[in-house]
């Protein structure tokens, strides 16, 4: 019972970082090319000691999965991340080359660091942005986009930013936030 905690906090503190314990054993496990026990078992102490020694903030989940808007992001995903993946190609041949390049700021409308920390990989993934500031106070992603010829450019890719965090919202936000955003 160290900082004044309780036995009964401090599980609870436990239970509510099951799942992030969960990943980083599987990152571990994936890490190592194999399941075997000790792989498990060096991954579940390693999970238990990053998880005291460096202070993660708590995610808060809201308890909410929606598989049809799921299933419904992953197909707009990879449809994004195909299309995308052709115009970065098309680009590297283009003998203009590149234009322009911004850096834009996008408020999220949510204040979940869930969403946030998703869109933002979300944005990551997908080739012609990359995500390199994140103000969580604020809920803004300051994102690198590619080949930005003009405002009209920026603007879609504001408009693109928000549409994903919606979907994210969809699958995993409060109601709340489903409400305020979706409607």
């Keep these: 019972m160290t900082d004044g905690q309780t036995r009964v906090e401090r599980r609870a503190s436990l239970r509510e970082q099951l799942p992030l314990l969960v990943v980083l054993v599987a990152l571990w496990m994936l890490l190592w090319g194999s399941v075997s026990w000790l792989n498990l078992v060096t991954g579940i ?13 708590p995610v808060e989940l809201s308890g909410r999965f929606n598989v049809l808007w799921f299933v419904w992001y992953l197909a707009r995903f990879l449809v994004e ?15 203009k080359g590149v234009r322009g390049n911004a850096v834009i700021g996008v408020n999220l409308r949510t204040r979940s660091d869930f969403i946030l920390t998703l869109t933002a990989i979300n944005l990551s993934l997908i080739p012609g942005s990359l995500v ?26 504001h408009g693109r930013a928000l549409e994903i965090e919606e979907r994210l919202v969809r699958i995993f936000g409060s109601k709340v936030d489903v409400e305020r955003i979706c409607s």
């Excluded at 990053?50 to 202070?55: A, G, I, M």
């Excluded at 991340?81 to 003998?95: M, N, P, T, Y």
């Excluded at 994140?134 to 450019?153: C, G, I, P, Q």
Aim: glycine residues 2%; hydrophobic residues 55%; aromatic residues 12%.
């Design 45 to 57: 102490v390693l999970a238990l000691v990053v998880t005291r020694v460096f202070y993660l903030p």
């Design 81 to 95: 991340l195909v299309g995308a993946s052709f115009q970065i190609a098309l680009k590297a041949f283009d003998l």
């Design 132 to 157: 390199v500031e994140t103000d969580r106070e604020r809920s803004v992603l300051y994102l690198h986009v590619f080949n930005t010829k003009s405002a009209a450019d920026a603007d879609a890719m």
